[in-house]
T-cell receptor, first 114, second 110 residues
């Protein structure tokens, strides 16, 4: 059983640029959630994808967008990067109907915006 | 008011100490409750689920009081390896996301 894999692990971008982060879900899972974790804070929910559609969104602007593919992997895209976007971006996969149980997190992508 | 609030910390305790973490949640519709552990610069990992009847896993005991919307985690006989950030997490029924508290950092000192 493979876990959740995120890529890249680290990257540095300049303010105003665009970035794409990738996540492969755990085998058997059909839902992917993305979280942003700023330094010293808990993870904040960005959005969730189920059956290739956005299925819930947190308080993040439209420049945060995503995709889910038929194999349940997912991308997070951020346009017009701002300094405050610097954070650890976590992807979690789960199986719909399990409630809060059975989440598996990837090791995250650490984004630094300069 | 934040959905999930935790003790601000940090907690610095000697090895062998007992330490308790407290958490409150604002949404009475919350249905499932968890404590996650996060090591520095790593992803959160599930420590234990929390049930109304209380549950224990070795040195760790979790309690839930639905009436007070309060969750606790007790760590007995602290080890150096318990040093981490402990995140209180709640979830509502249905296909909804996990909601995390800010986390409380624990440092166990030799």
């Amino acid at each position: 059983e493979t876990g959740v894999t995120q890529s890249p692990t680290h990257l540095i971008k300049t303010r105003g640029q665009q970035v794409t982060l990738r996540c492969s879900s755990q085998s058997g899972h059909n839902t992917v959630s993305w979280y942003q974790q700023a330094l010293g804070q808990g993870p904040q929910f960005i959005f969730q994808y189920y059956r290739e559609e956005e299925n819930g969104r947190g308080n993040f602007p439209p420049r945060f967008s995503g995709l889910q593919f038929p194999n349940y992997s997912s991308e997070l895209n951020v346009n017009a990067l701002e300094l405050d976007d610097s954070a650890l971006y976590l992807c979690a996969s789960s199986l719909a109907g399990q409630g809060g149980y059975g989440y598996t997190f990837g090791s995250g992508t650490r984004l630094t915006v300069v | 008011r934040k959905e999930v609030e935790q003790d601000p910390g940090p907690f610095n305790v000697p090895e062998g100490a007992t330490v308790a973490f407290n958490c409150t949640y604002s949404n009475s519709a919350s249905q499932s409750f968890f404590w996650y552990r996060q090591d520095c610069r790593k992803e959160p990992k599930l420590l234990m689920s929390v049930y109304s009847s209380g549950n224990e896993d070795g040195r760790f005991t979790a309690q839930l009081n639905r009436a007070s919307q309060y969750i606790s985690l007790l760590i007995r006989d602290s080890k150096l390896s318990d040093s981490a950030t402990y995140l209180c997490v709640v979830n509502m029924i249905g296909h909804t996301p996990l909601v995390f508290g800010k986390g409380t950092r624990l440092s166990v000192i030799a």
